[in-house]
């Protein structure tokens, strides 16, 4: 019963995020044209062969000219869908960003995880990746965080163990020891 | 190499007790991995990637083969007893094992789906070894003028198949193949779009890239809702009871349905883009319409189980039929098999079998020999199952996110691949949130490449590009592929006036 109401929930906020998502989606588009079309004016000053008719920038070139187009359709399609969406009915992006603080937090450990790394090392900083983000997933009791902190053993430490002397691949150990 | 050689070579070095293991040891993990609600086998298989490196490449294949065939049947387990499909490629699955295992017969549905698995896996692999050599033997005959035709329908094919929009899965495959761009220039090894930093000095690196679409961004979107984080009640509880060899005969005697929904499998996998996602709905579908009681379908039969089982897991021996035939990969897990056996220095391409021989007939029979594990491992920890699916998302999510920084990590021991894999991760995030495909992306990128090699050889051969367009077998490709888009731009109008009063 649960899991229908999480998938119905899930589905809820899909279609309450359409507006938001035309308006990302020309915004997205928009700088990306204006990307690969400043891109497409660096494939040129790209070498040409005098083996072969296409150089070194012609295929880029043919590709970015290509996805430059794709992006306004794009921009065009969601402006379409911009109009018809139901504004009562759209989250703003705020809430949007709030319905999934869990997936942002769990990024942002991640972000934090790999430059904490090549100072810690792999196995301290995975220690405290894994028990902080277990706790940020909701490991916050007695045996729950009892659990989280031998996962986090076993998985840190015990993996930089196992990669480093069964497997033969050595992880970062960390530049201040 | 003669056949025979090659075929006792490859044995050799497959019945070597390291290679038995760490095959076993990937079938366990393919099951493991693929029971998990909103794990898929594609992220299981990207995260075996890193530790093959240390292997042969025919040891390397056969394990991720291994996770390949298990992923195939691990998706049935939470199918069956939580309702939820392990992976999409189980959706069909959910229809009549589920039920089953609610009328009390759990224990039944789970050895219908496990031999209705082997079987399909099993079937595939004989279609495999008829079909790939015989059509390797074609595609070395083909000219860079086909070869580019032939990349650019299976984009196609790619972006019309997957997503909702084919608009976006044709901008994400075109984006695959700007990015492959990056680094030096096939033919003439000049460095492009760089930005004279050291990562991209080769190239944006390949595996990084795939760990950051199809895992460290599905992870993110797995741990959005906070209900769904205390994920694993088990919703069908009770004593399970086993006749194995009972049910063999079970599925043995739908014959029909059996070998239709493995074929189906097959030449479903065979097509880029389209896998066991699509595969498992279709051979439900055939099989439905050609009971002679579709009523039934949906209730809890046998039927509906081997439909689904044994179409998703034959899409395993389809996939491969490209990539080792023409060196086009089948879907996103073919993809990252390429990508292994381009880690170990092979050459993927129509050439692979003739250079390659021992390699390709090794997979062959890595291929049988999977399934078989798989099989003995699921029906003897079938009891156990039922736990596997209670494990927290919460536990899971970091865990499996490690697992991914050791893969950026392991290939080049550089801390930038690592923050290249929380950006490509954060993006891809985004990106499916947008409703972009990243499949797309990821073809996109292995087959940039080839695709501007053989361009750039057709265009050194004659100038004249219409050349792609008057031999016939060119022409007939980009006709396919003009044709995929506007059937599917067909449709999706159709789908949506239908939506519309």
Known sequence: ???????????????????????????????????????????????????????????????????VLFNLAIMCQSMMALRHADPTASVGAGRWFMQRRLAFATLAAFCAY????????????????????????????GRRLLVACVIAVVFGPGLDALFGHVFMIPLPSGRLW | MPMTDALLGSVEQLFSLATLVSMMIGVMAGVIAAAIPGFTITMAIVLAL??????????????????????????LISAALLGIPGTPSAVATTFDAYPMARKGEPGRALALGIWASFFGALISAVVLIIAAPPLALIAVKL??????????????????????????????????????TVGPDPMMGVPRFTLDVDVLAAGIPFLVMLIGIFAVSQLASEVENPTELKQGQALVRGKMHFRPFGVMREVLSRPGNLLRSSMVGVVIGAVPGAGGSIANLIAYDQAKRASKTPEQFGTGIADGVVASESGNSATAGGGLIPMIALGIPGSAVDAVLMAALMVQGVSVGPRLIMNNADLVYGMFLAMFLAAGMVLVFCLISMRWFVRITEIPKSIIVPVVLVCCAIGALALNNRVTDLYLLVGVGLVGYLLAKLDYPLAPLVLGVILGPIAETNLRRALMADENWTLFFTRPISAMLLLLAVLSVALTVRRLLKKRRTASP
């Open chain 1, 1 to 67: 019963m649960s899991t229908v109401a999480d998938r119905a929930s899930r589905a809820t906020r899909e279609a309450s995020s359409e507006r938001g998502k035309a308006i990302a989606n020309i915004l997205f588009n928009a700088g990306l044209a204006a990307l690969f079309i400043g891109l497409f004016v660096q494939a040129g000053d790209l070498p040409s062969s005098m083996w072969e008719p296409l150089g070194a920038g012609s295929f880029p070139r043919l590709i970015l000219g290509a996805l």
């Open chain 1, 114 to 141: 790999a430059l904490l790394m090549p100072w810690l090392g792999f196995a301290l900083s995975s220690l405290l990746f894994l028990l902080v983000v277990q706790i940020i997933l909701g490991a916050r009791s």
């Open chain 2, 50 to 75: 890193p530790v093959t490196f240390t292997m042969s490449p025919l040891q390397g294949v056969a394990t991720m083969l291994a996770v390949y065939v298990g992923g195939g049947s691990g998706g």
């Open chain 2, 143 to 180: 000219g860079p003028w086909e070869y580019f035709s032939l990349i650019l329908f299976a984009v196609t094919v790619v972006a019309s198949l997957v997503g909702k929009s084919v608009l976006k899965g044709l901008m994400m495959s075109l984006l695959g193949l700007f990015i492959a």
